[in-house]
């Protein structure tokens, strides 16, 4: 059976349309040439917005309800090898977002987003400031030491972590950014006063909550914090499945030499940073007198 499942994805059929991006892509560099470099790196930031979880899920259901086929009978989701690892429910109209198939939906949707904006706008973004900028990891530290999302002992890291992937270095980039990420998370709560330890009473001994732990244990606080709809963004994104899981197949080495290429984790990396660098807008005046960074 073993030898069987590794033959599966031969036996799948693959499904595609092509979309014309060249518009925006042309759209987005002819924004981006108009800046100087502050600006063109804030402007990078605020490409795409995070959706309202909400309005997912009524998406979600509208598209169900339209089409109940595909979603009456549960489904198998593999990996590359054929092992199923997320199976989702079958079911003739989903109505809440807990519902396993309204998830699906969501995760199918969401993945077409990713996809346009990571290539029509993330990727074509990042080019055009390279054509034009030379983004040593100094320029980021100069730039991050004044985000709140940026703990400040990590600050070299993030920097080089963002340097890499604006030099196209997606794998770097990748994982660099997306362990940073979780203690980013610790970060912001501590600064709002949030308690995010866990006490083991059988070993007296206290422990940083891990990113799952906080997305289930303090997803109210992050909710506040971020809004519903970043945090609902992180979470399609890095933990939860069906999606692209990140967190979890890049910490267990799940990651195969393509992914990190993909539209996910471009949109991942970009998603990072637009955490660090949206609290800095209101700054650009003080920053653009701060820096040498024109």
């Known amino acids: 059976m073993i030898d069987v499942q590794a033959g599966i994805s031969e036996e799948l059929s693959v ?30 930031a605020t490409l795409a917005r995070s959706p309202d979880p909400d309005e997912l899920v009524r998406e979600a259901v509208a598209s169900i309800r339209e089409h109940p086929l595909g979603s009456l009978f549960g489904a198998s989701h593999l990996d590359r090898e054929g092992k199923v690892i997320h199976r989702t429910s079958g079911g003739l109209f989903g109505e809440t977002r807990n519902d396993s198939a309204v998830q699906a939906q969501i995760a ?60 196209g270095d997606f794998v770097s980039a990748i994982y660099i950014l997306t362990p940073l990420l979780e203690s980013s998370l610790r970060h912001v709560l501590k600064a709002h006063g949030h308690d995010v330890t866990i006490f083991d009473d059988a070993s007296q001994t206290q422990q940083d909550r891990t990113i799952s732990s906080l997305f289930e244990q303090m997803r109210a606080e992050l909710d506040g914090i971020f809004t519903k709809a970043i945090t609902a963004d992180i979470e399609n994104v890095f933990l939860t499945k069906p999606g692209p899981y990140l967190r979890h197949s890049l910490a267990h080495g799940l990651l195969h030499d393509g992914e990190p290429y993909g539209p996910d984790a471009i949109y991942g990396c970009w998603l990072i940073m637009r955490l660090c660098l949206i609290p800095l807008i209101p700054m650009r005046d003080r920053l653009r007198a701060a820096f040498d960074v024109v």
């Open 108 to 167: 199918q949707a969401e993945g077409i987003r990713r996809r346009l904006i990571a290539f029509a706008q993330i990727d074509s973004a990042r080019r055009a400031i390279m054509d034009e900028h030379y983004l040593s990891d100094d320029v980021f530290a100069s730039l991050l030491q004044y985000s709140p999302f940026v703990p400040t002992d990590l600050l070299e890291t993030f920097a080089r972590g963002f340097a890499q992937f604006f030099r």
């Open 15 to 44: 499904f595609s349309q092509e979309v014309d991006l060249r518009e925006i892509v042309e759209k987005v560099e002819k924004e981006i040439k108009k800046h100087g470099l502050l600006d063109k790196l804030l402007v990078f």
